[in-house]
């Protein structure tokens, strides 16, 4: 019954800027670890962030984007979103949140503990 759906996609320049936005029905964001991952074609999906459920609210960014993205929440409008700036082209991907029930998802972005999924947002860095 828990929905993500993602927003904010496009096309974008090198050293650019997108904000991602993924709205959540049917869990409360505070109260989940939702995590935001990507898929290159030809590539397997990874782990790009994640925050945690409160009061800890741990953030954690894969090396490849760590100083250019920032995860946060808004629980009024219960929206996790992704700030990307600084762009890259190899940052070129679907752009997936995901959540699970899993307490496990605290310390994991390994996508095959997220049980629910966004369909997805095409970024595409590129001049």
């Known amino acids: 019954q828990v929905q993500l759906v993602e927003s904010g996609g496009g096309l974008v320049q090198p050293g650019g800027s997108l904000r991602l936005s993924c709205v959540v029905s049917g869990a409360t964001v505070e109260y989940y670890t939702i995590g935001w991952f990507r898929q290159a074609p030809g590539k397997e999906r990874e782990g790009v962030s994640r925050?945690?459920?409160?009061?800890?609210?741990?953030?954690w960014y894969a090396d490849s984007v760590k100083g250019r993205f920032t995860i946060s929440r808004d629980h009024i409008e219960n929206t996790v979103f992704l700030q990307m700036n600084s762009l890259k082209p190899e940052d070129t991907a679907v752009y997936y949140c995901?959540?699970?029930?899993?307490?496990?998802?605290?310390?994991?972005?390994?996508?095959?503990?997220?049980?629910?999924w966004g369909q997805g947002t095409q970024i595409t860095v590129s001049s």
């Open positions: 995901a959540t699970d029930m899993n307490l496990k998802l605290q310390v994991s972005s390994d996508p095959k503990d997220y049980g629910y």
């Open positions: 925050i945690s459920t409160t009061p800890d609210s741990a953030i």
